[in-house]
């Protein structure tokens, strides 16, 4: 088992900044996935970004170039940077952790972008 804890959402005016953070704990090996996605109001939920345990990266075509994902081996933890946020980004994000037959989510942290 994998347990994911998210902070850092909150509101923000257009073209503001945040930074999510996610921290692991549990039964954690290397070669694993771990990302964000967003449930936007009245949507499917979707991937927002990811990182490998190897460090490779991998973004949605709608955040490409605003949000940045990165990791930090030795806390187990994972960031989402995002800037130039638009009402569009207004979502519940979730991190998640992928491994093998292990699927965690977090609770989820609310993002709300409006002026």
């Known amino acids: 088992q994998v347990h994911l804890v998210e902070s850092g959402g909150g509101s923000v005016q257009p073209g503001g900044s945040l930074r999510l953070s996610c921290a692991a704990s549990?039964?954690?090996?290397?070669?694993?996935?771990m990302g964000w996605y967003r449930r936007i109001p009245g949507k499917e939920r979707e991937l927002v970004a990811t990182?490998?345990?190897?460090?490779?990266?991998y973004y949605a075509m709608s955040v490409k170039g605003r949000f940045t994902i990165s990791r930090d081996g030795p806390s187990n933890s994972i960031y989402l940077e995002m800037n130039n946020l638009g009402p569009e980004d207004t979502a519940v994000y979730y991190c998640?952790?992928?491994?093998?037959?292990?699927?965690?989510w977090g609770q989820g942290t609310h993002v709300t972008v409006s002026s």
């Open positions: 998640n952790y992928f491994q093998g037959s292990i699927n965690s």
């Open positions: 549990g039964n954690i090996f290397s070669g694993y996935v």
């Open positions: 990182i490998t345990s190897a460090g490779r990266t």
